[in-house]
């Protein structure tokens, strides 16, 4: 009998693990995620142990060069926490881009307003639903997602939202779970492929999967010129 017991405990303490270590509470609903993140808000740097020189290298120098040719870039950081791309886009002090911060979580928007670069006019920082933008279409130059896409409820209806809000031509940054973990990701376009291949079922190009971290892809997309854009670009 006691074997059974050890096995019951196991198992529960498995799931358990699973639940709130792995998925971070992500199946059970935005409201266990949000307040995983509201708890750890002021230890989350700390516990990411970010490296500024691989933030700008593999974050903030690429996305700036694809926004080189908009005058005054706008970006959205959807899932934004404590601001680690509005920091690395930011830092050089010649960037001309004006950076919006969406986050479910308060205390990690607070935490990224305490940045220094957090003070100057061209940032904002809105608590707000990844799947339920607040912002008209085709509002931004380019939306990024960050290691966040895999703990949202129904990930395809975000890029929906993120792609409603890019506008034709516009860069999408979103980061795809890689690694043994990502297997216990049901429902989720974890794993090396299924993310592109989503991307690619969207209408978006030029999809590029870069090795970032132990547990993260990059994955860099265009969402295609419009139809109107396309046609005026013929005729001229």
């Known amino acids: 009998m006691i074997w059974l017991w050890l096995a019951l405990v196991l198992v529960v303490g498995l799931v358990m693990y699973w639940l709130l270590v792995i998925t971070e509470g992500t199946y059970l609903g935005t409201g266990a995620v949000i307040r995983m993140y509201d708890w750890t808000a002021r230890r989350y740097n700390a516990i990411k142990k970010l490296q500024p020189v691989y933030e700008t290298y593999f974050l903030?120098?690429?996305?700036?060069?694809?926004?080189?040719?908009?005058?005054?870039?706008?970006?959205?950081?959807?899932?934004?926490?404590?601001?680690?791309?509005?920091?690395t886009l930011l830092e050089g002090a010649s960037s001309p881009a004006t950076?919006?911060?969406?986050?479910?979580?308060?205390?990690?928007?607070r935490q990224a307003q305490q940045l220094p670069v957090a003070t100057r006019n061209c940032t904002a920082f809105i608590q707000g639903d990844a799947q339920h933008l607040m912002f008209r279409d085709f509002a931004f130059d380019a939306?990024?997602?960050?290691?966040?896409?895999?703990?949202?409820?129904?990930?395809?209806?975000?890029?929906?939202?993120?792609?409603?809000v890019l506008r034709?031509?516009?860069?999408?940054?979103?980061?795809?779970?890689?690694?043994?973990?990502?297997?216990f990701f049901p429902g989720r376009y974890t794993r090396r492929g299924r993310l592109e291949a989503l991307l690619s079922d969207m209408g978006l190009t030029q999809i590029q999967?870069?090795?970032?971290?132990v547990y993260y892809d990059l994955v860099w997309a265009v969402k295609p010129p419009s139809q109107e854009q396309t046609q005026t670009r013929r005729r001229a």
């Open 60 to 87: 903030g120098v690429p996305l700036a060069e694809r926004l080189r040719d908009v005058r005054h870039p706008r970006v959205l950081d959807v899932a934004a926490g404590t601001g680690r791309l509005m920091q």
């Open 99 to 109: 950076v919006t911060s969406v986050d479910h979580s308060l205390p990690m928007l």
């Open 143 to 164: 939306v990024t997602c960050l290691e966040a896409l895999e703990f949202m409820w129904d990930p395809r209806a975000a890029i929906v939202e993120m792609l409603r």
């Open 168 to 183: 034709p031509g516009g860069t999408l940054l979103l980061t795809n779970r890689i690694g043994w973990e990502a297997w």
């Open 209 to 213: 999967s870069q090795r970032w971290q």
